[in-house]
């Protein structure tokens, strides 16, 4: 079994950053589809970014130009850099990872970002 768990969550003002991080238990993410998403309270679910094996990047037009989303050569750790946070980046962010062979989708248990003066 495979488990995802999210780090790197708290309290910052705005205009302040955080790096989430996201550890696997094994090495799946350089044959996988690795994406963030969060939620805030009585929102949906949305996609805030994402990345393919082939390092290609993308971004929800509201985080563009502000996070940044990587991973690393060994596969088992994905991040989530957050610049110049806004109180609308409030919410828990979840790490998502669809192993390509075998098309299973895997979740982190989520981190809560609170951006707050």
């Known amino acids: 079994q495979v488990h995802l768990v999210e780090s790197g969550g708290g309290l910052v003002q705005p205009g302040g950053s955080l790096r989430l991080s996201c550890a696997a238990s094994r090495s799946i993410f350089s044959n996988s589809v690795v994406a963030w998403y969060r939620q805030a309270p009585g929102k949906q679910r949305e996609l805030v970014a994402s990345?393919?094996?082939?390092?290609?990047?993308n971004y929800a037009d509201a985080v563009k130009g502000r996070f940044t989303i990587s991973r690393d050569n060994a596969g088992n750790m994905v991040y989530l850099q957050m610049n110049s946070l806004i109180p609308e980046d409030t919410a828990v962010y979840y790490c998502n990872a669809q192993y390509q062979p075998t098309l299973y989708n895997y979740w982190g248990q989520g981190t809560q970002v609170t951006v707050s003066s």
């Open positions: 990345i393919t094996r082939g390092g290609v990047t």
